[in-house]
């Protein structure tokens, strides 16, 4: 499975009549298969962004286009479905239904029978770590396993766009490094693009490329490209070591 490519063009976005000014003039590239972390401060205009770019709002100025088509709202419900999954701080699990069911949700009315929903949800839960869970209720699992039902869920329809919106906001700093790692390991199995709103600058490190926002525009640099970052160490190694 290829990535997504987002672009967006000079996008703007207000609330309130205007008042509130969430996105000025915002431009920007994902590539396929990128991970990219967005910071910023409480306010600044990332989960604006990423609701967005998700469909989950319409901008008021500019386009975002994802693999070539311009995301307007026309066909928004099919396009999440078929092309975003969505993890968010708070796993927005369904408490009355298991694990496994929590999974299919997504997948209801998509054209697989209930043997198959069934099937998946256990590969996706296995996929997650979650081996031997399915029928657990969320009351009954803990904060980073309830985090990873829903990252199990957001993966339902095969989604080449990944968007996670803070989430290891609500758990402690081990629970959140095991989550970032396999939010890894999934974009390196699976070459999903994705997206990742976070606070904590640790775990936006560990991302190709790291965006900020402040006060609703992109910073003109873009944030620290680490892959560059790490091309040009190699680069300096191995010219020292040519002249040694």
């Given amino acids: 499975m290829n990535g997504a490519e987002v672009v967006v063009e ?3 976005k207000a609330f309130e009549g205007g008042r509130i000014r969430a996105l000025e003039d915002v431009s920007l590239r994902i590539a396929p298969g990128e991970l990219v972390a967005l910071t910023g401060a409480s306010g600044s205009g990332k989960s604006t962004l990423l609701n967005l770019i ?3 709002d319409r901008p008021d100025a500019g386009t975002i286009a994802v693999d070539g088509a311009v995301v307007d709202g026309s066909d928004a419900s099919e396009y999440r479905a078929r092309t975003v999954g969505f993890v968010f701080q708070f796993h927005n699990l369904i408490p009355v239904l298991s694990a496994a069911e929590n999974v299919q949700v997504p997948m209801l009315g998509r054209g697989p029978g209930r043997a198959e929903r ?5 590969e996706l839960l296995g996929e997650v770590g979650l081996v031997g869970r399915a029928e657990a209720f969320p009351p009954t699992l803990s904060g980073g ?3 990873r039902v829903a990252i199990a869920r957001a993966l339902a329809n095969d989604p080449r766009l990944l968007l996670a919106d ?3 906001g609500a ?12 939010l890894q390991r999934l974009r390196e199995s699976r070459g999903m693009t ?3 709103v976070t606070n904590d600058r640790a775990i936006a490190e560990r991302a190709d490329r790291v965006l900020e926002l402040r006060d609703g525009r992109l910073l003109a640099a873009q944030g620290f490209d680490r892959r560059q970052a790490d091309s040009s160490e190699r680069r300096v190694d191995g010219a020292e070591d040519a002249d040694a």
């Fill in 10 to 12: 000079h996008v703007r």
């Fill in 54 to 56: 998700g469909a989950l």
């Fill in 171 to 182: 758990l402690d700093s081990e629970t959140g490094d095991q989550i970032v790692a396999l």
């Fill in 194 to 196: 994705i997206l990742l």
């Fill in 118 to 122: 069934v099937e998946r949800a256990e």
């Fill in 166 to 168: 803070e989430p290891t």
């Fill in 145 to 147: 396993e309830r985090q």
